[in-house]
Protein backbone atom coordinates (compact mmCIF):
# COMPACT_ATOMS: atom_id res chain seq x y z
CA UNK A 1 0.00 0.00 0.00
CA UNK A 2 1.25 3.53 -0.71
CA UNK A 3 1.04 6.01 1.43
CA UNK A 4 -0.10 9.61 -0.46
CA UNK A 5 0.97 11.47 2.30
CA UNK A 6 4.60 10.87 1.95
CA UNK A 7 7.08 12.71 -0.53
CA UNK A 8 9.37 11.14 -2.74
CA UNK A 9 12.50 13.26 -3.46
CA UNK A 10 16.20 13.49 -3.11
CA UNK A 11 18.05 16.38 -1.59
CA UNK A 12 20.23 18.23 -4.13
CA UNK A 13 22.79 19.16 -1.65
CA UNK A 14 23.29 16.77 1.13
CA UNK A 15 25.05 18.58 4.79
CA UNK A 16 27.21 15.93 6.88
CA UNK A 17 28.03 15.85 10.53
CA UNK A 18 31.35 15.96 11.58
CA UNK A 19 30.82 11.53 11.41
CA UNK A 20 29.82 11.37 7.79
CA UNK A 21 25.85 11.20 8.39
CA UNK A 22 23.79 13.19 6.86
CA UNK A 23 21.84 15.73 9.35
CA UNK A 24 19.84 17.60 6.33
CA UNK A 25 19.36 18.58 2.19
CA UNK A 26 18.17 21.27 0.09
CA UNK A 27 15.37 20.45 -2.49
CA UNK A 28 13.23 22.24 -4.73
CA UNK A 29 10.00 22.74 -3.72
CA UNK A 30 7.79 22.06 -6.76
CA UNK A 31 4.80 23.67 -5.04
CA UNK A 32 6.51 27.27 -5.27
CA UNK A 33 9.06 26.91 -7.10
CA UNK A 34 11.72 27.62 -4.59
CA UNK A 35 14.62 26.07 -2.27
CA UNK A 36 14.23 24.51 0.76
CA UNK A 37 16.50 23.11 3.84
CA UNK A 38 15.37 20.33 4.75
CA UNK A 39 15.32 21.63 8.90
CA UNK A 40 13.90 24.67 8.54
CA UNK A 41 10.36 24.14 6.95
CA UNK A 42 8.99 27.59 7.11
CA UNK A 43 11.39 29.61 5.10
CA UNK A 44 12.21 28.79 0.89
CA UNK A 45 14.80 30.60 -0.89
CA UNK A 46 15.25 31.78 -4.31
CA UNK A 47 18.20 30.13 -5.11
CA UNK A 48 19.86 26.71 -4.14
CA UNK A 49 22.84 28.86 -3.58
CA UNK A 50 20.83 31.09 -0.79
CA UNK A 51 19.51 27.80 0.80
CA UNK A 52 23.06 26.57 1.38
CA UNK A 53 24.37 29.86 2.60
CA UNK A 54 21.63 30.26 4.83
CA UNK A 55 22.19 26.56 6.58
CA UNK A 56 26.02 27.42 6.43
CA UNK A 57 25.64 30.77 8.65
CA UNK A 58 22.70 29.51 10.18
CA UNK A 59 22.42 25.70 11.32
CA UNK A 60 24.17 23.20 13.40
CA UNK A 61 27.00 21.29 11.45
CA UNK A 62 26.35 18.72 13.92
CA UNK A 63 22.64 18.26 13.85
CA UNK A 64 21.30 20.29 10.70
CA UNK A 65 18.86 22.52 13.15
CA UNK A 66 18.98 26.18 13.42
CA UNK A 67 21.19 27.68 16.01
CA UNK A 68 22.11 31.34 16.38
CA UNK A 69 25.59 29.52 18.10
CA UNK A 70 26.66 27.09 15.48
CA UNK A 71 29.25 28.74 14.07
CA UNK A 72 31.23 30.07 17.03
CA UNK A 73 30.10 26.22 18.44
CA UNK A 74 31.97 25.03 15.21
CA UNK A 75 34.97 27.13 15.59
CA UNK A 76 35.17 26.14 18.99
CA UNK A 77 35.10 22.44 18.49
CA UNK A 78 37.81 22.56 15.53
CA UNK A 79 40.35 24.73 17.94
CA UNK A 80 39.85 21.82 20.65
CA UNK A 81 40.46 19.25 17.54
CA UNK A 82 44.06 21.50 16.70
Do not use: Y
Amino acid sequence: MQDNNCLDFEFSTIFRDFDGNQVAGTWLDPASGLWAVSTIPIQRFPTEQQAIEFFTLHCDPNTGLRDRWSKSLHSKIEQRRN
